[in-house]
């Protein structure tokens, strides 16, 4: 199996362990909620371009939230997950994608669900998953960092090392610390429940908090 094969499962069964209205780390979404996203990611053209055109987001949103209130009992919930762990169908373009696009979110997901009712202890990942995750954690990053003028280093405890981007003139750079999963939340936007050190001049630590809250 690849990394987002075992990722899928892991998500499927992370959806399984809570109700269907469980807390996630995704606001204004219950478990139920997260599990329709992911379903029509990978079904729905609607809901997989809404995820990057702005204009249909409103549309992407209204069918995740139908799907999710057929999924508010016991029973449907399950039939939902079930979906979940399924793979798209070949016609869906997130059937090509795989891994580039797939690890990072299936992980992140997870953990939105792992950790939505408060702190746990993280999981004990395989090195090659920490790998997978690292290295396509800079095309996740992007569209939130897109408009960030500072720069932007990783710096993973083993001691692993990537400058995500460079700073624009009058700017400096932040550097940011920590175990590779939890640096990846904190750049998907879970930095509220991301065991990440943020360091840097205080002017470029409100820029970086401005666009990737902590708190």
């Known amino acids: 199996m690849t990394w987002h094969e075992i990722e899928r499962a892991q998500l499927a069964q992370a959806l399984l362990d809570v109700t269907p209205d469980a807390p996630t780390l995704c606001e204004g979404w219950q478990a139920r909620h997260l599990a329709a996203h992911v379903v029509l990611r990978e079904r729905s053209p609607v809901v997989g371009a809404g995820i990057a055109v702005p204009a249909l987001s409103a549309r992407a949103e ?21 979906r979940v762990a399924d793979t798209p169908p070949g016609w869906h373009p997130a059937s090509w994608v795989g891994e580039s696009a797939n690890v990072v979110e299936f992980f992140v997901h997870t953990e939105d669900v792992r950790r939505g009712a408060g702190s746990v202890p993280p999981r004990e990942l395989e090195p090659g998953l ?14 939130r960092l897109r408009s960030v003028p ?11 090392r990537h400058r995500l981007r460079a700073p624009k003139p009058d700017h400096g750079t932040v550097v940011v610390r920590g175990d590779a999963p939890e640096i990846v939340l904190y750049l998907l936007g879970r930095g509220a429940a991301a065991d990440v050190r943020v360091e840097g001049d205080a002017d470029d630590l409100a820029v970086i908090e401005a666009a990737l809250p902590s708190r």
Do not use: F, K, M
């Open 62 to 82: 209204a069918a995740i939230a139908r799907l999710a209130d057929q999924a508010a009992t016991e029973g449907a919930y399950r039939d939902l997950v079930a």
């Open 130 to 143: 920490v790998d997978a995750l690292w290295s396509h954690l800079p095309r996740a990053a992007t569209g």
């Open 150 to 160: 500072v720069g932007v280093v990783l710096v993973r405890d083993d001691g692993v």
